[in-house]
């Protein structure tokens, strides 16, 4: 239902860009959300995007580094200036009830990708 790909190793500054395509019974209006994991840690929210693309979210430390759209049925995480602390398996997700103010929980979305490694290197 959600297929990611995109990741990979990077050095501390770089670029990356996450896409993420969704199939099935994953509508257009669904709520699409990057997720981020490492190992021992919760699961965190990184940003999401509404399903017309109108509103977007982020977390406080990827605000004005990542930024987060939508084509039809594709979500995409543009990475800049990536630092240590983004190391992380990268998740996306959709939740189908649509856009509120708990877009940042994990426990909303209804489908999860299988993730994508993001390294970055210092």
């Known amino acids: 239902q959600l297929q990611a790909s995109g990741g990979g190793l990077v050095q501390a500054g770089g670029s990356l860009t996450l896409s993420c395509v969704a199939s099935?019974?994953?509508?257009?209006?669904?709520?699409m959300a990057w997720f981020r994991q490492v190992p021992g840690k919760a699961r965190e929210f990184v940003a999401a995007?509404?399903?017309?693309?109108?509103r977007t979210a982020y977390t406080d430390s990827v605000k004005g580094r990542f930024t987060i759209s939508k084509d039809k049925n594709t979500v995409y995480l543009q990475m800049n200036n990536l630092n240590f602390e983004d190391t992380a398996l990268y998740y996306c997700?959709?939740?189908?009830?649509?856009?509120?103010?708990?877009?940042?929980?994990?426990?909303?979305?209804?489908?999860w990708g299988q993730g994508t490694q993001v390294t970055v290197s210092s």
């Open positions: 099935g019974r994953i509508h257009s209006s669904a709520v």
């Open positions: 995007v509404r399903g017309n693309g109108s």
């Open positions: 997700a959709a939740d189908l009830a649509g856009w509120s103010n708990y877009v940042h929980l994990s426990r909303k979305y209804d489908y």
